[in-house]
């Protein structure tokens, strides 16, 4: 039962701390960390390619400047992790639920004793503030300890049938499982795929988006460390073509995949060449409601946590806040006025709650949202523009400040397009009916939130929105114990929760005859 492994928790966690591993990095400052450690990992070490690979450039969002170089993996590196991973499974699928469990406790233990170098090179790596990485981190750990909890409940069922004949179930491991990842949550991505994967026995090789190398690397090191086999948790650098390999082998059994969707119709056609299944987590174009029954003070706060969040840079942001026309002017006045003291600058300082955006690129694309938006005539309440921090170390990195937009209609691009930056639309809206339809007018269903004092209205909104997570007077949280996931073209199966576990096994069917054949022939 769940209380017996919370038990082992506890029991594991007044052991003495874990002692830091190799590459421990401790009190770091922005502009002074370089990694030179191999960023791939297979079979219980960090690996340098074995291939003559073109090394890329990965940075430091907040000063911009080379935090380190990648080496993509090609074929025979991406052959070498996939062995390894086959390797583990071997003997990971053969041990008992406790045994698994006990050993993605110790890995949770680890993380919690080194939490606070995690969430630095996160934010080394992504850009995001210290205060929302070390977030991550629990978020990742706790979702560990969870499948933890759930790793000995797996079991199948009994049916009898007629004679005394019956019939059982095995719920079963898949084999090699993929994960690729965004860059927006590096760490906690490479937790929410792994540990569901781990728990059911699986091994998995998991690549992380070439933006955002560092963190997974040091899960890996932590699972070897907590005394997984060898080879059960595998990075792969690279981007397309590594991603790529990695579906198309066949030696993997599933891919799940965070990410674009464009790039998860790739992943999906990719794995039906060898009848793969997988898990797509998506963008959005969350819809928040705000009606005027609501209290005002809380539907601020979600509102900017619905959109601020990681520099704005969250597939379940509810980026469309549609605001009842009677509360509308109060509602603008307080929300720029939120918005406009947010501090910017540093990540690794505990004062920032907005750090630097994750590339130049991405940067220039955000921005050229907000031109687009003015051009097509919504009006800018405030921010949207770049910010260079005074900070002489800080010059080069890619920050801006966050934009609320105003006076939005439905066509505009800023409402139909996912941003992924720190860019706010607000729109108005009279009637239930009319907000309702409005907001399920968009390709994607993964998010939406709605605020109101009405217990009624609350439930009968939710029921009737199109998007996988509903919140009612709150947005963004995701506790792992409950599934996470989207609706429409925001993707398909679901992250924690236990109906996970059924995203990562498969049942087997076993009839066992208690009497003779009964033979038609
Ligand atoms: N629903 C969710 O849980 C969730 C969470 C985070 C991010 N996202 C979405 O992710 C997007 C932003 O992340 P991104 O820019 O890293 O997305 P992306 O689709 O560009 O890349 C995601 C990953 O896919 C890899 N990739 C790209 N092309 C590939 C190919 N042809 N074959 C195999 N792998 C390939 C990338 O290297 C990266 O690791 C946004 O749309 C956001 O909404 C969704
Ligand atoms: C923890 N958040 C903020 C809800 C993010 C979930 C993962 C999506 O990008």
């Avoid at 995690?118 to 990742?140: C, F």
């Avoid at 079963?172 to 499982?177: D, I, M, Q, S, Y």
């Avoid at 690549?207 to 190398?213: C, M």
């Avoid at 406009?340 to 600058?345: K, L, P, R, T, V």
Wanted: aromatic share 6%; glycine share 8%.
């Amino acid at each position: 039962s769940l209380s017996m492994i919370q038990r082992l928790a506890v029991s594991l966690r007044r052991r003495p701390a874990a002692a830091p591993l190799g590459a421990a990095v401790r009190c770091v400052s922005s502009a002074s960390v370089n990694v030179t450690v191999p960023l791939n990992f297979w079979a219980g070490k960090r690996r340098t390619s074995q291939e003559n690979c073109n090394k890329e450039n990965v940075y430091e969002p907040a000063t911009g400047r080379i935090l380190c170089h990648l080496e993509p993996c090609g074929a025979v590196d991406v052959n070498q992790a996939v062995k390894a991973a086959k390797s583990a499974f071997g003997h990971w699928s053969k041990m008992s639920g406790m045994e698994r469990a006990r050993i993605m406790i110790e890995a949770a233990h680890i993380i919690e004793v080194r939490r606070e170098e995690i969430a630095e090179m996160e934010v080394v790596n992504n850009g995001k503030s210290i205060t929302e990485a070390r977030l991550d981190v629990d978020s990742g750990r706790l979702c560990i300890e969870y499948y933890a909890g759930l790793a000995s409940t797996l079991a199948g069922q009994h049916v009898q049938l007629p004679g005394g004949s019956f019939a059982y179930t095995r719920r079963e491991p898949l084999g090699v499982c993929v994960g690729i990842g965004a860059w927006n949550y590096p760490f906690q991505i490479a937790s929410w795929k792994s540990a569901p994967a781990l728990a059911c026995g699986n091994s998995m090789v998991f690549k992380p988006s070439p933006v955002t190398p560092v963190t997974a690397v040091m899960l890996a090191e932590i699972y070897t460390k907590a005394g997984a086999p060898e080879g059960l948790f595998n990075v792969v650098q690279g981007s397309q073509e590594t991603g790529s390999l990695l579906c198309h082998h066949p030696d993997v059994a599933k891919v799940s995949f965070t990410g674009s969707v464009p790039t998860g119709k790739k992943i999906m056609e990719m794995a039906s060449k060898g009848v793969k299944p997988v898990t797509l987590e998506l963008g959005g174009k969350s819809p928040l409601l705000i009606f005027q029954d609501c209290d005002l003070e809380n539907a601020v706060r979600g509102a900017l946590m619905a959109n601020f969040l990681s520099q704005g840079q969250v597939c379940s942001n509810g980026t469309r806040v549609f605001v009842q026309k009677n509360i509308l002017p109060e509602f603008v006045e307080e929300i720029v006025k939120r918005t406009q003291a947010i501090e910017i600058g540093d990540p690794l300082l505990e004062s920032t709650r907005m750090g630097a955006l994750v590339s130049q690129p991405h940067l220039e694309k955000v921005l050229s949202f907000v031109d687009q938006a003015k051009k097509e005539g919504a009006r800018v309440l405030c921010g949207g523009e770049r910010f260079v921090p005074s900070d002489p170390r800080l010059k080069g990195g890619y920050y801006m400040t966050p934009c609320v937009l105003g006076d939005c209609t439905d066509e505009m691009t800023c409402v139909k397009e996912e941003i992924f930056g720190p860019v706010m639309s607000l729109l108005s809206f009279e009637t239930e009916e009319e907000v309702l339809q409005r907001a399920n007018n968009t390709t994607m269903g993964l998010a939406a939130g709605v605020f109101t004092r009405d217990v009624r209205r609350a439930h009968r909104v939710v029921e009737q929105i199109k998007a996988g997570s509903c919140f009612i007077n709150n947005y963004n949280i995701t506790p792992v114990e409950v599934p996470f996931g989207g609706f429409k073209m925001s993707g398909i199966g679901r992250e924690n929760g236990q109906v996970t576990i059924e995203y990562y096994s498969q049942l087997k069917t076993v009839f066992v005859e208690m009497g003779d054949v009964d033979s038609l022939f």
